[in-house]
């Protein structure tokens, strides 16, 4: 078999999105699945709209992913190579100079355009199967505005040749251009690639996917906090999936287990919950170190200095935010709001709020927490973990009520509606916040 040469030739108008990751996601794993090679190709034959800013955005977020390149070419670097082409096919009569009226005074009055044999080209799709063209309604196109200046489906056509790609995957909006590209390899007696095009990511309405469906580019992804082993293993099973249920694939395994064959005809949906639960999943599996330093880049600057001062508290705490994130950067919010505070400094609250439900009276409560704080007295410190903690009050708590004892112990160690359950909270705080700050709630209760 010839050597598999696959690219991802994206236009430097705009940053890396994340469909466009799909895009060179399946042609770096095509590649990588065949020992082939990867190439990375910046098409920014249009001047105006192309900027240095975007293809260092789009080089950024495929680095950051892991999908790296063999080579890399920009188009604005291979004029000559154009050039060349534009001269031999005009010597072979497949392409003329074209006199034209100029649209507005000044403007060139030649072009270059290809002369188009007029015929129905059939190409064979990975995904759609055979596709049938009739080319005379393209009349004889433009293929350069001069010798200097390829207009964008020539240089493709060059560039694919040049580079010996063997197979072209990209999306389906492209699909309506082979017809003329092939026209164009033909007449240069270039081989013709195995086309592939990726049905669109749709929004969930089915409408053209944009930002506001949470839809973003990569680099935005990642200052959100997201993994790129989450993306990526989001996007891979956006229009392929390796033919049964299973949903966490690393790219190791996606390099053994994809294909072509597999990629789905219909248009894939988005659904930002399923990115969500992709990287929840892949930061419970990230090493703890990592965890705490993205969490700790996340707090504002009063918090990072409790959590320097505090350092022991900071790692108990990091399981608890972890179980309550989906992405780091849901930690900033968070402790905006102050659900950390707590933690690190004696809560403040309302005495009513240490009353559970229809328990109206105070002393009652003061009672429970009374016993609560006796038994959690006899633990040893060194047995200070949750699972000793529940086991001691628990007891008392299913006798006497278990909300009317662990929703004012609970509170009293959090000044909150809604933290983590009394037994964490309490081996978190150790022995002796967690009986400072009941006694406190009990002397409020008891005044
Ligand atoms: N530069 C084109 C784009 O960004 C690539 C099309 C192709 O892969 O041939 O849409």
Do not use: C
């Amino acid at each position: 078999m010839t050597n598999v040469i696959t690219r991802f030739a994206p236009s430097p108008t705009g940053v890396l999105h994340i469909g466009s990751v799909r895009t060179a996601l399946y042609s770096w794993l095509y590649a990588r699945q065949n020992n082939g090679r990867f190439i990375l190709r910046i098409e920014d034959t249009d001047k105006e709209r192309s900027k240095k800013e975007f293809e260092d955005n789009i080089i950024d977020g495929l680095n950051w992913l892991g999908l790296n390149h063999d080579e890399f070419f920009r188009q604005s670097d291979r004029a000559v190579f154009y050039k060349e082409r534009i001269i031999e096919l005009i010597a072979k009569g497949a392409v003329y100079i074209s006199k034209e009226e100029p649209k507005e005074p000044g403007e060139r009055a030649e072009v270059l355009r290809f002369k188009n044999p007029n015929k129905v080209v059939t190409f064979r799709d990975e995904v759609r199967g055979d596709i049938s063209f009739d080319t005379t309604e393209l009349g004889d196109f433009v293929i350069a505005k001069d010798f200097d200046t390829p207009l964008y489906h020539f240089a493709v056509v060059i560039d694919d040749f040049d580079m010996g790609v063997t197979h072209i995957i990209r999306g389906d909006d492209a699909i309506s251009n082979t017809p003329r590209q092939i026209l164009i390899q033909e007449a240069l007696g270039a081989p013709r690639p195995i086309y592939t095009h990726l049905p669109m990511i749709l929004a969930p309405d089915k409408s053209k996917l944009s930002k506001r469906h949470g839809a973003l580019a990569v680099t935005e992804y990642r200052e959100e906090g997201y993994l790129p082993e989450a993306i990526l293993n989001f996007v891979a099973l956006m229009g392929w999936n390796p033919g049964n249920d299973q949903e966490i694939i690393s790219l190791e395994e996606m390099i053994k287990l994809f294909s072509l064959e597999k990629v789905q005809k219909g248009g894939a949906v988005w659904n930002i919950d399923k990115l969500k639960w992709f990287n929840k999943h892949y930061i419970k599996l990230f090493p703890v170190g990592k965890v705490s330093d993205e969490i700790f880049a996340r707090f504002p600057d009063a918090l990072r200095e409790k959590a320097e001062a505090n350092p022991k508290i900071f790692g108990k705490i990091i399981p608890v935010i972890v179980d309550h994130i989906s992405t780091f950067g849901e930690v900033h919010a968070l402790a905006e709001a102050g659900e950390y505070d707590y933690f690190f400094d004696d809560p403040t609250y309302q005495r009513e709020s240490l009353l559970w439900k229809d328990e109206n009276e105070p002393h009652v409560a003061g009672q429970k927490l009374q016993k609560v704080l006796a038994l959690i007295d006899d633990i040893d410190d060194a047995f200070f973990v949750p699972e000793t903690i529940k086991t001691a009050i628990w007891g008392y708590a299913t006798e006497a009520g278990r909300g009317s004892v662990l929703w004012p112990m609970r509170y009293a160690l959090s000044g909150r509606d809604k933290s983590p359950d009394p037994f964490t909270l309490a081996s978190i705080l150790g022995k002796e916040t967690t009986i400072h700050r009941i006694e406190g709630a009990i002397k409020l209760l008891l005044i």
